[in-house]
């Protein structure tokens, strides 16, 4: 048969269109019954053999199958299916990898003719089980599952058994709950998938590739420096919680932790890996690694010691101050060898070059020098940054130096002769850290703006960019063999990654700032969501697709609401204005002005006509939805009101302000009805229960209150956050409140006990915005770290039937004393069923794994790496499973 190049695929793929789906499934079980390797060949006999009686026997097995289907209809498609897989095992979509940069263009063409054809997903979806039966489909399986992963479809508690998946990216694909047992996966990246409670047995995964390799959480505060031990085999980190930490790079755990009584700034090993040199304070500490015990305190510096260095050779330590002095001491005596004094402000970084002959010095006042370290004279002043010094780093082979800058750029400076080399763009904020990978060709940089740089050192070019982090990247270090980059940032985590990952990211097109507010649609189909990055947009639930982005405001946008009908989406902003959008045309229908007031939440009343808002003015606002209009002004909070909200009836507007109070309003007179006392610090949220007798409260106290609305007394408070409640919503039926707060975590509390439920763990910043879905199943959760979540909170009775394998699976393993093995019933049920982010990142939480294989390029196994997320390892319990 004549081979068909790409531009016949598509119409291979419409030669399918008017097939029922439902035979897929019956070829697969017939195939599963009778057939052999060659499925093709299968195929075509299987199409003449098929009897009625036979037909009968897979009707009655095949519940989905219908009965009354003629046999001939039957034998036609199986037909056209043969046909169809012919070709297309001679096509070029069974021959190329469409996850690689030079096929872009014939993917993204071929997904926009066939992203909305449920037919055409489906038959892809029947290529990739193909994978299973005959490894001559391999090829366009993975193909299909890649196209399938970046056109969004649903994946989720899908059984993809058997499946051989090869030379592909799965960058965020959604396999919640499904069963991938007896999988194999070969050089596949699985970057951002998200795998929670999914049955992962005996699966053979090889030559995996993943950007993130771990994320390390232990500080409570920002991490300042991340050192690798020579070895590679250890990281040391430095944070503002007065603590340093040592991990074990290979399992992510923490070896053990060192406590202090100021913020630990800087670190370093010696060159035999013997002793490690902290700096807190303007002290700097010795430590003998093997025994666990402090050698030495060194002090001399009047100020905080910002940075801290040993030679190669190991016997000087270098150490720079915000007294604007470096001091060099000798390592074995602990005395002080020099003082180096030059620099007019603050010393940033010291550095020592490879050799130990020369130290690098970067300062506040905008220069670099380079000092002698034998006479302790300066050799060189290097000048061209127009603002602070933040970092410095010289090359393995100490002819080239990198400085990072306040002034946003990186320099590359020639070591013999002084001159600058070279001058990086590209951050768009403060350059917090340089360092160079061990063979000198890529430099890594960190920034204010939460992501990390990769640079071709030779050309001077943007290699990579790693996202992932949430706050600012204070520190970035490679380990000595050049494998792992790790990463320490402000939202007080570290993050190792794998550095030879050179695969394509996915294509999100995302918030790519702080998430204010999300909010379901009357219908449940849709959600909305409000960002820094001045714009709204519009989520498919299901799938996580982007529907709409909607532009117009000037600054960022802190609250979103639908109107009960759902035709109208209205809008609060920082820049002072309400604005309200038709949901189906996408296209603004007004703008009201607050006037010089941030609008800090917006609600509609339930018949749709009246709009509410609060403001940074005292003030809430009550608007004519129809005309636009101001209808009233209610005075009475002596702060902003941060949160507005109307009971059921819409007889009653709730009000939660920074004075601490929460007031009731009669909506038709504007007369406050009542004030309700109790919380010590604002009230970030209020919201009444479905019935409109109870309004619950979160406050900037750590606490939630809820308050008898008939008496104005208070019923209950909550306690269990650590941080500010910045968000509260009933469930539909009112038998649960979610919270969200600045401890990252969302909380769900029984309204009738007022006991807590669960935690949902998994944002790693603020959680600004929690919304139930109508029906209440879902719950929608918004974060200051750019991402949106949505989270399965049904019961376990209620949940769906491949979870009641979950339960049953989790029912034969035995809690240990010493490890956690086994999640309580709120917990694996109420797990993140879809993320919406640029950035997304591996979840495993509840993932069943027995026995198997999973190990990335480089022999490493990940084993660990699900566990850290969450996964339950099942080998030691194995007997007590029975498949």
């Known amino acids: ?43 075509s006999n299987y199409q003449y053999k098929l009897s009625y009686e036979k037909y009968m026997f897979l009707c009655d097995n ?42 872009q263009e014939i993917k993204e063409d071929l997904i926009k003719k066939i992203s909305s054809n449920k037919n055409i997903i489906e038959f892809l979806t029947f290529l990739v089980h193909l994978t299973a039966l005959d490894e001559s489909f391999i090829k366009c399986g993975s193909n299909s599952l890649h196209l399938l992963v970046l056109m969004k479809v649903d994946l989720r508690e899908q059984s993809f058994q058997n499946i051989r998946i090869k030379n592909t990216s799965l960058i965020g694909a959604n396999l919640v709950r499904s069963d991938l047992s007896e999988s194999e996966f070969e050089n596949v990246v699985i970057s951002g998938m998200n795998m929670n409670q999914a049955k992962l047995f005996n699966c053979k995964w090889k030559n995996l590739r993943i950007n993130e390799l771990n994320q390390l959480n232990s500080h409570i505060s920002y991490v300042n420096t991340v050192c690798f031990s020579l070895d590679g085999n250890s990281l040391a980190s430095c944070s503002d919680d007065q603590s340093l930490c040592m991990w074990n790079v290979k399992t992510g755990k923490i070896n053990s932790i060192i406590k202090g009584k100021w913020d630990v700034m800087s670190a370093c090993f010696s060159s035999n890996n013997n002793i490690l040199v902290f700096s807190s304070r303007e002290f700097m500490y010795l430590l003998n690694l093997k025994t666990g015990k402090q050698i030495s305190k060194l002090y001399g510096h009047s100020e905080r010691v910002n940075s801290i260095c040993i030679s190669s050779d190991g016997t000087t330590l270098a150490s720079g101050s915000y007294d604007k002095s470096i001091r060099l001491w000798d390592v074995k005596t602990r005395q002080q060898k020099a003082k180096l004094d030059g620099h007019e402000k603050k010393i940033r970084s010291v550095n020592f070059s490879p050799d130990g002959s020369t130290l690098a010095s970067g300062s506040d006042d905008n220069s670099i020098r380079l000092w002698d370290v034998k006479t302790g004279q300066q050799k060189v002043k290097l000048d061209g940054h127009s603002d602070n010094i933040k970092s410095i780093c010289y090359s393995p082979d100490g002819t080239i130096l990198a ?27 403060t350059v917090q850290s340089v360092n160079f990978s061990p063979d000198g060709s890529t430099l890594a940089s960190g920034h204010d703006e939460n992501s990390i740089l990769l640079w071709d050192v030779e050309t001077g070019q943007q290699k990579v960019k790693l996202d992932g982090h949430s706050d600012s990247v204070r520190s970035v270090n490679f380990s000595p063999d050049g494998t792992t980059l790790a990463s320490g940032s402000s939202d007080q985590s570290i993050r190792l990654w794998d550095f030879n990952t050179r695969q394509q990211k996915a294509k999100l097109d995302c918030h790519s700032s702080i998430i204010w507010s999300v909010n379901f649609s009357p219908d449940g189909n849709t959600l909305a969501s409000g960002s820094s990055d001045k714009t709204i947009r519009l989520w498919d639930v299901k799938t996580g697709q982007q529907k709409a982005k909607l532009d117009g405001h000037e600054n960022e946008i802190i609250s979103v609401n639908f109107s009960p009908d759902g035709s109208t989406l209205a809008s609060g902003s920082v820049d002072n204005s309400i604005r309200l959008w038709d ?41 004519d939805v129809k005309t636009g209009e101001q209808k009233a002004k209610l005075d009475g909070h002596s702060s902003t009101v941060q949160s507005v909200n109307f009971s059921p009836d ?66 209950a408070k909550l306690d269990g956050h650590s941080r500010n409640v910045i968000s509260v919503f009933f469930s539909p039926d009112g038998i649960i409140l979610a919270s969200g707060s600045s401890d990252n975590s969302i909380r769900l509390w029984d309204v009738k006990t007022g006991q807590q439920k669960a935690k949902l763990n998994g944002h790693s910043s603020t959680v600004w915005s929690v919304n139930f879905s109508p029906d209440g199943a879902t719950l929608a959760s918004g974060s200051w770290d750019n991402s949106i979540r949505l989270w399965d909170v049904k019961t376990v009775q209620q949940n769906l039937s491949s979870d009641h394998c979950y339960k049953d699976m ?47 390029y480089q022999g490493k196994d990940l084993k660990s790496l699900f566990k850290s997320k969450g996964s339950l390892i099942l080998e030691n319990q194995k007997e007590l499973i029975q498949n």
């Open 650 to 715: 819409g007889a009653t507007l709730a009000s939660g302000s920074s004075d601490n109070s929460i007031l009731l309003w009669d909506v038709k007179t504007g007369q406050q009805k009542a004030k309700l006392d109790g919380h010590s610090l604002g009230v970030e949220s209020v919201n009444f229960s479905p019935d409109g007798a109870t309004l619950a409260s979160g406050s900037s106290d750590n606490s939630i209150r809820l308050w008898d609305v008939k008496t104005g007394q208070q019923k």
């Open 403 to 429: 400085s990072g800058s306040s002034d946003k750029t990186i320099r590359l400076w020639d070591v013999k002769t002084g001159q600058q080399k070279a001058r990086l763009d590209g951050h768009s904020s």
């Open 810 to 856: 989790l029912s034969l393993l035995k809690p240990s004393k010493n490890q956690n093995t086994v999640h309580s019933e709120s917990t694996t049920s109420n797990i993140t069923i879809l993320v919406i982010s640029k950035n997304p990142i591996l979840e495993a939480q509840g993932a069943l794994i027995l026995k198997g294989e999973f190990f990335n």
């Open 583 to 623: 949901v189906n045309t996408r296209y603004q229908k007004a703008k009201l002005d607050c006037y010089q007031s941030i609008v800090w939440s917006v609600n509609f009343s339930p018949d749709g006509n009246t709009l509410a808002s609060g403001s940074s003015d005292k003030s809430i606002l009550l608007w």
């Open 1 to 43: 048969m004549t081979q068909r190049k790409k531009g016949d695929f598509i119409e291979v793929l419409q030669c399918i269109e008017d097939i029922d789906v439902k035979i897929y499934n019956v070829i697969i079980e017939m195939h599963l019954k009778e057939g052999d390797s060659d499925f093709l060949k299968f195929l």
């Open 62 to 103: 095949l519940w989905h199958f219908d009965k009354y289907w003629k046999l001939d209809a039957v034998k036609s498609n199986i037909k056209k299916i043969t046909n169809v897989l012919q070709i297309i095992k001679e096509n070029e979509f069974n021959e190329k990898n469409y996850s690689i940069d030079e096929n």
